[in-house]
């Protein structure tokens, strides 16, 4: 059993950053894959990143590539989404998810057994 607990949310305006934290209760958070999803009003819940269990193999949605970067520390069961540049298009809630399926782990939401309540997201034009 994982609880996921997100962090970081907030309004910023286009063109800027924010940083997600999403913290893991565990012993055996390594065995996890770890994505971020999000989910905008009226829309279905998209992905956007996915990092493997020891963190050396990354990947992102087309929407984000070059923009965000996510990274994990399993020394503090915490992985992070660091978001630049952000756009008004970014606003969603966002979501961390884990997964214990072999990598590499589908981008679909059905793949991952747990999940984070979601933080808001919120970027001004």
């Known amino acids: 059993q994982v609880q996921l607990i997100e962090s970081g949310g907030g309004l910023v305006q286009a063109g800027g950053s924010l940083r997600l934290s999403c913290a893991a209760s565990g012993r055996t958070f390594s065995t996890y894959a770890m994505a971020w999803f999000r989910q905008a009003p009226g829309k279905e819940r998209e992905f956007v990143s996915r990092?493997?269990?020891?963190?050396?193999?990354?990947q992102y949605a087309d929407s984000v590539k070059g923009r965000f970067t996510i990274s994990r520390d399993n020394t503090k069961n915490t992985v992070w989404l660091q978001m630049n540049s952000l756009k008004p298009e970014d606003t969603a809630v966002y979501s961390c998810a884990a997964g214990t399926a072999a990598w590499p782990i589908s981008r679909n939401p059905n793949s991952y057994e747990y999940w984070g309540q979601g933080t808001q997201v919120t970027v001004s034009s």
């Open positions: 990092i493997s269990g020891s963190g050396g193999i990354t």
